[in-house]
Structures are given as C-alpha cells and as structure tokens.
C-alpha cells in the first residue's frame, strides 16, 4: 500500500463566505466531487463519501497563541504535542527545542529504518542547496526531518530526469524565477498525474505544497482563487491517475489561507482529507487534531 501525504500549507476550515474565504468563492470542481458538491469550509466536515473523508482537526493543542509552522510540521511529522512539551507555538523555520523533535527523522525515520520506502518527492533547485552549505538559508522542518532520517532531498537533476516535481507543480516558477530556462514545464493536470506515478514508487510519499500560506499572508483575494483553481486541477489529474487501493492523505499545519481578513494565522481547525481506500480511511476516522495523524499512518505502514 501506498500513502501519499500532500501538505498543504497554512490551510484551515473557514466560514462559508466568499468575502474572506477564497475556498468558499473558488471554483474546485474536482474538490468538490469528492465532498458530495460541498466547498472545503467548516461547514463542510465531518463527511464521508464513497471515495473521500474529510475531518476537522484542531492545531492549536491547548497552547496559548495562534499555531505555527515549524512546530505543527513537526506534531504532524512526530505525532507528538511538540508546542505542548516546549511550551510555545514556534515559526517559521524550527528553532533548537522543535529541531530537537526531529533529530531521528520522525516518520521519515521511522519507516526508513523498518526497511519502507519513503520520499519528499519535492525538488530544490541549485540556490537552495547554496543556501544551505553556505549557513544562509535554515532547514525548515519537513525537509529538517528527510535529512535527518538519511534520505536524500531532490534536485534539479531529479527534476529534469521526472524522478521528482516542483513546488509550483508545474515547474513554470523554476524558468521565469530561477532563471533555468530548460526546465520542463507540464500543465497543471499532467503535474497531478506525474505526482500518482512517482507515488507508486514509494510506500511514502510526501509532498510539499507552501504556496498556500505563502498567498494567504498576501491577503489578494485574486491571486488566492486562481492559486485554488490550479490546485484543483493538480488534484483533477492525480485522481484520474489514482488507484483507490492506495490513499491520499491532504492536511495542513494551521489555518492562514482560509481568512483573508487577517495576515496571521489563525486558530481555525485545519482538514483532513483522505482519499482512496475505505479501510485505511477508517482508521482516521476517529481522529481530532493534528497529533493523530502520524500514529494513523503508522498503523497502516508499519
């Protein structure tokens, strides 16, 4: 079995208003097939249908303060209450107490070491990496936990050679940001195909997806519903691809995108969805924030 965990940064359950949630005035066709014609909003959870679940998870975890990024990575890569146990909500990148949470990897680690196969199928381009060796840039968390675990982050060799796919799906960013014009551009549905295809490789597979809390702190409501739009067709295209005997697992480390209102991030609960097999889908059903989520994918992996 196969488990694709696609992160969805700073993306929780808002209301239903289309004034302040781009989910709620964003058409997501694809999204929404799955949930029974229904918008990704609060209202919208609890649900289970034939081929998706969607529960609502709090993150805040009874810490005082609004939910941060490095330490909701790391519950969700530990399934550990890391703000609960150094006391404070931490963020962006992880500071020494939340690294310290990830010093064996987490779940990368954990399945490493039982002999699975798991990947961040994400790939970095050259000016990451110079970054890093040079001390300017920090780990954030999930790439934190790969190394840590031992495995290797991709590269643009991975990239060009279709072994891995870009943070933006499409690669587009990589030629007009980064100035690497020969890189292969797919359309947004073909990135969600290449995405179930480089799944099957693995018995993890782990994708990245930052844009989303990126936007939301930029507050344009423009730029926040096409981003949703090409989402929905990234998932259009790894649902076509999908073999539902597997399972896609989308969530999120604490709301932002959701309200636009706000430039923070905000205490509403994050979604779970979960796609493909019904038995493994069960087995989260009972689940009420983000600390479940690992223990969940440990059961069926391990």
Request: aromatic share 8%.
């Amino acid at each position: 079995m196969t488990v694709l965990f696609m992160f969805l940064d700073g993306v929780g359950l808002g209301v239903d208003d289309p004034d302040i949630n781009p989910f709620a005035r964003a058409e997501m066709p694809n999204l929404q097939k799955l949930l029974g014609g229904q918008k990704l909003v609060a209202s919208s959870a609890s649900f289970d249908g034939e081929r998706a679940s969607l529960l609502a998870l709090d993150a805040c975890l009874g810490v005082d303060g609004l939910p941060q990024s490095a330490t909701g990575q790391a519950v969700l890569l530990t399934g550990r209450n890391v703000p609960a146990e150094i006391g404070y909500h931490y963020g962006p990148k992880p500071d020494q107490a939340t690294a310290a949470h990830l010093q064996d990897g987490g779940i990368f680690g954990e399945l490493a070491r039982a002999g699975k196969s798991a990947a961040l199928v994400n790939a970095y381009p050259p000016r990451y990496f110079h970054g890093i060796n040079s001390g300017k840039r920090l780990y954030s968390a999930i790439p934190l936990a790969v190394t840590q675990a031992g495995l290797a982050l991709f590269t643009s060799d991975d990239l060009l050679a279709s072994n891995a796919i870009s943070a933006d799906f499409t690669a587009q960013g990589w030629r007009e940001r980064m100035n690497l014009p020969d890189t292969p551009v797919l359309t947004h549905s073909e990135a969600g195909a290449h995405l179930a295809a480089l799944s099957k490789n693995y018995d993890f597979a782990f994708f990245e997806y930052w844009l989303t809390d990126y936007v939301g702190h930029g507050q344009n409501m423009d730029e926040a519903v096409q981003l949703l739009t090409h989402f929905d067709a990234v998932l259009g295209g790894l649902l076509a691809a999908w073999n539902d005997e597997n399972l896609i697992l989308i969530t999120s480390d604490h709301g932002n995108l959701e309200d636009l209102s706000t430039r923070r991030h905000t205490a509403n609960p994050v979604p779970l969805l979960l796609v493909g097999n019904s038995a493994a889908r069960s087995t989260f059903s009972q689940m009420t924030d983000i600390i479940g989520v690992t223990p969940a994918i440990r059961r069926l992996l391990l």
